[in-house]
Every structure is written in C-alpha cells, then in structure tokens.
C-alpha cells in the first residue's frame, strides 16, 4: 500500500501495520503479509493527514489465485 501521509491498516479488527509518516504517495510503498481467513474478511485503513491532501492505495496479491473480491460490500 502506499499513502499519503501515514497509514495504519487493520485486517478482521487486528492491528496488521502501521507507518506515522510525513510523506507524499508512491505506490507500493509499505509492504506486509497478513493471513486471511476462509470466507470474508475486512479491512479498515486510516490515513494520517498532516498537511495539503491526503489519500491511499492498497493492492492484495494473491500468487495461488484463490481469492475472490467483493468491493464496498455492506
């Protein structure tokens, strides 16, 4: 993921990363591993604002093309 500024990142309510920064976004900047379990599974991302703009990206590789994505699914 990458953000612009700092990024925390929760995985089914557990804390799985955190990088407080002062930064402009580049993609693919933090990189971590989590374990996902079967069915769904949710993630929170809060982005840091410190000063001008803000915003984020988040990529989830999957080598053994086993997921299945739903987006903004209530």
């Known amino acids: ?3 612009d500024d700092g990024l925390a ?4 309510g557990k804390a799985v990363w955190r990088n407080h920064r002062h930064r402009g976004w580049a993609e693919g900047e933090d990189r971590f591993v989590v374990d996902l379990v079967e069915g769904r ?5 809060k982005v840091d604002q410190f000063i001008a703009g803000w915003g984020f ?4 590789s999957d ?10 699914e209530n």
Do not use: A, D
Not at 9 to 12: A, G, I, L
Not at 41 to 45: H, M
């Open 1 to 3: 993921c990458g953000g």
């Open 57 to 60: 990206s988040l990529r989830i």
């Open 41 to 45: 599974n949710e993630i929170l991302v």
């Open 9 to 12: 990142v929760w995985v089914n």
């Open 63 to 72: 080598p053994g093309s086993h997921l299945t994505f739903n987006q903004f």
